[in-house]
Nanobody, 113 residues
Framework: QVQLVESGGGLVQPGGSLRLSCAAS??????MGWYRQAPGKQRELVAA???????NYADSVKGRFTISRDNAKNTVYLQMNSLKPEDTAVYYC?????????WGQGTQVTVSS
């Protein structure tokens, strides 16, 4: 079992930046990911990072978002730059342990002028 707690969401203007954090209740050696879900849309993978630091990104965020993790702090981050209105969504942290998915409660990101 693990609890994931996201923070860092908010309202930002187009072109702005936000950094999301996801704190885990214990050390996680598996891949961690950030997902998002916009109203009326399916949840989608935004970015993921392995325990060794390998990353992958959705095409829509490549070059703008950066995922990183601090294993000593049991925390994964999502740095989001050049935000667009279409990035508006609830962002969720995820990991899979022993074939079971764990999710945080989500944090709202709204990009609007």
């Amino acid at each position: 079992q693990v609890q994931l707690v996201e923070s860092g969401g908010g309202l930002v203007q187009p072109g702005g930046s936000l950094r999301l954090s996801c704190a885990a209740s214990r050390t996680i050696f598996s891949t961690m990911g950030w997902y998002r879900q916009a109203p009326g849309k399916q949840r989608e993978l935004v970015a993921a990072i392995t325990s060794g630091g390998s990353t992958n990104y959705a095409d829509s965020v490549k070059g703008r978002f950066t995922i990183s993790r601090d294993n000593a702090k049991n925390t994964v981050y999502l740095q989001m730059n050049s935000l667009k209105p279409e990035d508006t969504a609830v962002y969720y942290c995820n990991t899979n342990l022993r074939r079971q998915d764990f999710w945080g409660q989500g944090t709202q990101v709204t990009v609007s002028s």
